[in-house]
């Protein structure tokens, strides 16, 4: 089961935006609408972000968003605030074989 | 309010054994297919194994196939990951995840706060 591919890194001052791009294949990403991100803050447990592409769960801000398009999906953060700091994770279902993979996550750092 | 909660991480020799229990309440356990997820120290989230709603599916991750075991008590509203023969690239947070339905997505709304698992010698 390999990886999906996330930037390790991105950054933005406070008010601007931030895209992380999450890449996989027609197996993962490309062959299905379950492409999830996570925030995950230091000795914290993840929190889900991001659902089914573009969904935001109750009481995400409406900064997040997501996108896909082909085998890449995509987490833009918008109006970047000081809380936004954190790692984020995508994932995606893979089918009954691999199941479920994680991207190797983007920190994201607030200039 | 879902809430899980993980026991039984500890520190356990290489080749040992170790079984962690999750602990769900706030939903309707057997509606939900439920997963583990390992963090590895400064690493990032590897899915490690999920079990359906009704128990009758299981699936592993490659890293685990044949040494892990997921199973689930719905009536005590627990799941369990039965680990044998650990190796110290096993170390790690385990996280407790609920999926969003029956047979799972990967789509985890509510987690655990985990539990530290630690092969060593």
């Known amino acids: 089961q390999s990886a999906l591919t996330q930037p390790p890194s991105a950054s933005g001052s406070p008010g601007q935006s931030v895209t992380i791009s999450c890449t996989g294949t027609?197996?993962?990403?490309?062959?299905?609408?379950?492409v999830s991100w996570y925030q995950q803050h230091p000795g914290k447990a993840p929190k889900l972000m991001i659902y089914?592409?573009?969904k935001r769960p109750s009481g995400v801000p409406d900064r997040f968003s997501g996108s896909k398009s082909g085998n890449t999906a995509s987490l833009t953060v918008s109006g970047l605030q000081a809380e936004d700091e954190a790692d984020y994770y995508c994932?995606?279902?893979?089918?009954?074989?691999?199941?479920?993979?994680f991207g190797g996550g983007t920190k994201v750092t607030v200039l | 309010e879902a809430q899980l909660v993980e026991s039984g991480g500890d520190l356990v020799q290489p080749g040992g054994s170790l079984r962690l229990s999750c602990t769900a309440s706030?939903?309707?356990?057997?509606?939900?297919?439920m997963s583990w997820v390992r963090q590895a120290p400064r690493k990032g989230l590897e899915w490690v194994s999920a079990?359906?709603?009704?128990?009758?599916?299981?699936y592993y991750a490659d890293s685990v196939k044949g040494r892990f075991t997921i199973s689930r008590d719905n009536p005590k509203n627990t799941v369990d990951l039965q680990m044998n023969s650990l190796r110290a690239d096993d170390t790690a947070v385990y996280y407790c995840?609920?999926?969003?339905?029956?047979?799972?997505?990967?789509?985890?709304?509510?987690w655990g706060q985990g539990t530290l698992v630690t092969v060593s010698s």
């Open positions: 089914e592409v573009t």
């Open positions: 079990i359906s709603g009704s128990g009758a599916s299981t």
């Open positions: 706030g939903f309707t356990f057997g509606s939900f297919a």
């Open positions: 027609s197996r993962d990403v490309g062959g299905f609408e379950y």
């Open positions: 994932n995606s279902f893979a089918g009954s074989n691999n199941f479920v993979v």
């Open positions: 995840a609920r999926d969003n339905g029956g047979y799972g997505s990967g789509t985890y709304f509510t």
